[in-house]
């Protein structure tokens, strides 16, 4: 009886499969696996850091290689956030190489190793594509910088640090346009708006630009751009650093239309850390530190407010 | 085939054996032996899934009902994108690739420059990355600004679809023109055809039928490559998933992806399947195996 047998072969693998399922979530999940898989072969054998603040002690801290402090950002490392001479041809880097120190990003991390007590020669810096700083799993890097906003579910997946730098969002346009002329919020949503995926700018046109037209959603800012000078869009929106970077270098036309206001919570940029890094409070105490001193809005001020002006905000 | 048991013991779940005819001795053993052979085979594999240690790591990320909820609506919206690109797109790429098919196919030194432009364009169309001819239209031609040449990224999109997948398909269709031995032609002929009578009633027919499954193939193809025109900013389930998946963190709505392309391209393959065995069971006049 073939027939009758298939359908119980059909069963029994279905109750296989459920069975399977069923234990799956029974199977004690062993804890925080990710920040087991953080500490390198040759990390020194110090206890576990614990609540103490002697955690935060140098010689306590288990980074990714002994004695050294692995930071990432993207390739391409751009303005404001990554400044200074532009780097050899046989760099790694394109527009500038983080390891001058140049560029809020770069201030801010060396300003944070420091405060952990790493020299600028224990700073190692790595290529971490955007994409890539938010899959789960072990990291190549013990924290990234790559204005990463701070948001509550993107914390779910990895550490975000605290705020170091407060971010506003701004629309990108050309000078020929009609959207130049705009200066209200609600004067953008009659206009085609792009952006990148993935970031904060995609989430403020959906939640409170409204525009009447979808707006694209592109890989890159790069396309984004690419697509604002195709007349595909009449907008791009992002953040105000990225904004400027587009105005002064992607565009030869282009203007900031204007910054736009935060709503509800003040958008910032958070380091990345791997999730339940044993590193994210001695981080968020240096970070805390350079707020206290002052060296944080210094560094505001040299890399954003003295080099790129201030923009109207839209009402 | 109704006396001795086979020996490859799995005549229990064969898929194509005919109604009524089964094996009288080894029928209920090889049942079972597949039977038992599969739930070890599918048990050893979940086992060694569901007890590596990253397994609830990737329950969490990839598997998790309550971001498949939340995505789930999107992305059936945004398909809708991706259904009308293909069937725009195929509808064009059929009738265009046939085409460029028997425009290389054509005989004699006048026709040399048709034949020679019909292989460089499939040369360089299959060569070339399609995400480069979709940047490339898509954000290239309307920089133009030629009156009369659209701007709408979709629109581009589609071009792009046509131009790579006329490519190869209109291979595909060569291959099933190459096919037909020359002696068909040539008694076409005979009857008192003309060459493209004998192109068209005799030739093409039998070559097209031929080639169902690989066009199949290019067809299935064409649906995921859609996605790719996602680069140019057109509104497709793949960026729908992505930005679902960059505002969570989580990539559960990938998931939901790969089960909404499963879920166009099977039941077509399945039906493409059923339409081969009917027709190649007409032609041998039913004494089909």
Redesign the interface.
């Known amino acids: 009886m ?1 027939r009758s ?2 359908t ?2 059909v069963a ?2 279905l109750v ?2 459920v069975a ?1 399922c069923a ?2 979530t029974t ?1 004690p ?2 804890s925080v ?2 920040s087991a898989a953080t500490s390198a072969p040759n990390a020194p054998t110090t206890p576990p850091a614990s609540a103490t603040p002697d955690a935060c002690a140098r010689a306590n801290l288990k980074t990714l290689t002994a004695g050294r402090l692995t930071i990432g950002t993207d390739n391409p490392a751009f303005g404001p956030w990554f400044a200074g001479p532009a780097p050899a041809k046989t760099s790694t880097w394109q527009y500038a190489d983080p390891n001058n120190g140049a560029g809020l990003e770069a201030a801010t991390a060396y300003a944070i190793a420091d405060k952990l007590g790493f020299a600028r020669a224990d700073v190692v810096w790595v290529v971490v594509p955007f994409n890539n700083v ?1 899959q ?2 072990p990291k190549s890097f013990d924290l990234d910088l790559n204005e990463v906003s701070w948001s509550a ?2 914390a ?3 550490d975000l640090s605290d705020g170091y730098f407060d971010d506003n969002q701004a629309v990108v346009g050309l000078k020929a346009n009609g959207i130049a002329k705009v200066t209200t919020v609600s004067g953008l949503a009659s206009l085609r708006l ?1 952006t990148q ?3 904060t700018s ?2 403020y046109i959906a939640d409170n630009i409204r525009p009447s037209t ?1 707006p ?4 890159s800012m790069d ?2 751009i ?2 604002l ?5 009449d907008g791009v929106v992002a953040d105000l650093g990225t904004a400027f970077f587009m105005r002064d270098v992607q565009l030869s036309d282009g203007v900031i239309v204007g910054r736009l206001p935060t709503v509800g919570e003040q958008e910032r940029f958070a380091a990345v850390l791997n999730l339940g890094s044993p590193l994210t409070p001695c981080v968020n105490q240096a970070i805390a530190a350079l707020k206290a001193d002052g060296a944080l809005e210094q560094i505001r001020q040299k890399w954003i407010v003295s080099t790129e002006g201030d923009v109207p905000e839209l009402k | 085939m109704t006396g001795p048991a086979d020996p490859g013991g799995v005549t229990g779940l064969r898929r194509f054996r005919p109604a009524g005819v089964r094996d009288r001795n080894g029928g209920h053993r090889s049942t079972l032996i597949a039977l038992g052979s599969t739930v070890v085979v599918f048990g050893l594999l979940l086992a060694v899934v569901l007890n590596s240690p990253g397994w609830p790591l990737i329950q969490k990320s990839f598997l998790n009902a309550t971001y498949l909820a939340d995505s789930w609506p999107r992305q059936l919206e945004a398909i809708g994108t991706n259904v009308q690109l293909f069937l725009m797109a195929e509808v064009i790429i059929l009738p265009a690739a046939l085409l460029i098919a028997v425009l290389r196919s054509l005989p004699g030194p006048a026709f040399f420059p048709v034949r020679l432009l019909a292989v460089l364009y499939t040369d360089f169309f299959r060569g070339v990355p399609g995400v480069l001819v979709i940047f490339v239209l898509g954000f290239g031609m309307p920089l133009l600004g030629l009156p009369g040449v659209p701007i709408d990224a979709f629109f581009w999109g589609v071009v792009s679809l046509v131009l790579i997948y006329s490519a190869y398909v209109s291979e595909v269709y060569r291959a099933g023109i190459e096919s037909v031995h020359p002696s068909q032609e040539a008694a076409a002929r005979s009857l008192g055809l003309s060459r493209a009578q004998a192109l068209r009633h005799v030739v093409l027919p039998q070559a097209v039928r031929r080639v169902i499954p690989p066009l199949l193939n290019d067809f299935i193809g064409l649906q995921k490559d859609t996605a790719l025109v996602s680069f140019i900013g057109v509104a497709e389930v793949f960026r729908q998933a992505q930005i679902d998946e960059f505002a969570s963190f989580n990539f559960t709505p990938y998931l939901a992806t790969a089960a909404l392309f499963l879920l166009l391209t099977v039941p077509l393959a399945r039906l493409t399947d059923w339409l081969t065995a009917r027709s190649r069971q007409r032609q041998l006049g039913g004494f089909a195996r």
Not at chain 1, 216 to 219: E, I, M
Not at chain 1, 229 to 233: E, P, S, T
């Open positions: 073939p047998q298939r119980l072969a029994l693998m296989l499969a399977a234990g799956a199977t999940s062993p696996p990710a938010i789960p799993g579910k993107r779910e997946q990895v792009g995926v993935g970031t995609y989430a979808k694209s959603v592109y890989g396309a984004a690419a697509a000078k195709a007349k595909q869009i």
